[in-house]
């Protein structure tokens, strides 16, 4: 009864370090997503995926990488951290991303000094 | 393109009143609107969600949305609240042929004992 798991929760980096935070799903759902959280502004969609091999950019993609090699996982890269990458980060994936429901990972504490 | 507004950041309410959060969105085309709840430390959860129909829609926990059509708006109540409804409400929006759902800014619920 997995769902969505993302790893770490907590995460410290220096500005210009590289990182990845790691999603998977056990739902067996084509479509999976990034979301960062910070205050005032909601949920901003970084990058998704239709399916395997297949990867698009949302409204912030500056600055994150993303790859899709199985249905199963889909981790998010900070290949330069910089301090307005201080976040909380979400992972989602659904069936029918748009009239469906999406299922949330617990989400990525990011810090960034 | 589609956007959402919640209209209150921040909503204390006394344990048993009743509560609307309120959400208008921006569309030319006909759009799927839905309610996320976040309980604290958590990743998001579904509420509810108008897809076409009836325009009263129910949700889980008591919570109920209306759709209204001329007034862009698709506001969510509650008739009497509890403590354990204290959480922070996001509503959304997508559309036929799109890939993705769009969130609002988010209104925190506090219900007052």
Redesign the interface.
Known sequence: NAGVTQTPKFQVLKTGQSMTLQCAQDMNHEYMSWYRQDPGMGLRLIHYSVGAGITDQGEVPNGYNVSRSTTEDFPLRLLSAAPSQTSVYFCASSNRPVTGELFFGEGSRLTVL | AQSVT?LD?QVPVFEEAPVELRCNYSSSVSV?LFW?VQYP??????LL?Y?SGSTLVKGINGFEAEFNKSQTSFHLRKPSVHISDTAEY?CAV???G?????????TRLTVIP
């Open positions: 919640q950041s799927y996320y430390n958590q990743g998001l959860q579904l969600k897809l996001f997508s559309k036929a799109a890939n993705n759902l769009f969130f609002g800014t988010g």
